[in-house]
């Protein structure tokens, strides 16, 4: 099973910051990797597939970047409904698929 | 609009039986893998199935093969979860998601609590 780690556990930002959040792999997952952003009481949504590729109606100040085991979500600019728990997920070796235990953003 | 709708969740006793449903609308989800993942309240997310297009392919995570058994009914667009013998573990909200790139459209989620 291939584990994903991702840090910061908890992420303190103001409005406006540029926000850079990390996700590790124990093992190569190439670029099938998927970040999710999920608010209080929702559903998550995804935000990035392929490592780099927006998924539609995602806004462009989120960009993820990497390959193999080392993998980042930029946030350019945050807005407040940015905050909440940001998850990535790997789809390279499965079964089975698995999470990040995600990074909470949240108001400094 | 592609939309997920679940249901089915509720209250059950250990080793009692439930079955989730997942109804798609705007989509034909057939032509997607289909997945079940479920989130204690306040923790991370946890893969729990997959079904691919065909519905021939299912995969379960290890914390539910062999009481757990995902099936379809194409003319209704719906995908089932049938739990069986329910542990207080399997205590989660219930989300299904179809997959074409990244798990792309999620349902709002259905409930499940395992109590005695």
């Known amino acids: 099973e291939i584990v994903m780690t991702q840090s910061p556990a908890t992420l303190s930002v103001s409005p406006g910051d540029r926000v850079a959040l990390s996700c590790r792999a124990s093992?190569?997952?190439?670029?099938?990797l998927a970040w999710y952003h999920q608010r209080p009481g929702q559903a998550p949504r995804l935000l990035i597939y392929g490592a780099s590729t927006r998924a539609s109606g995602i806004p462009a100040r989120f960009s993820g970047s990497g390959s193999g085991t080392e993998f980042t979500l930029a946030i350019s600019s945050l807005q407040s409904e940015d905050l909440g728990v940001y998850f990535c997920?790997?789809?390279?070796?499965?079964?089975?698929?698995?999470f990040g235990q995600g990074t909470k953003l949240q108001i400094k | 609009q592609a939309q997920l709708v679940e249901s089915g969740g509720g209250v059950v006793q250990p080793g009692r039986f439930l079955r989730l449903a997942c109804e798609a609308s705007g989509f034909t989800y057939s032509s997607y893998g289909m997945h079940w993942v479920r989130q204690v309240p306040g923790k991370g997310l946890q893969w729990v199935a997959v079904m691919w297009y065909d519905g021939g392919d299912k995969y379960y995570a290890d914390s539910v093969k062999g009481r757990f058994i995902m099936s379809r009914d194409t003319s209704k667009n719906i995908v089932y979860l049938q739990m069986n013998s329910l542990r207080i573990e399997d205590t989660a909200v219930y989300y299904c998601?179809?997959?074409?790139?990244?798990?792309?459209?999620w349902g709002q989620g259905t409930t499940v609590t395992v109590s005695s």
């Open positions: 093992h190569s997952v190439s670029t099938n």
């Open positions: 998601a179809s997959e074409r790139d990244g798990m792309d459209v």
């Open positions: 997920q790997q789809y390279n070796k499965w079964p089975p698929y698995t």
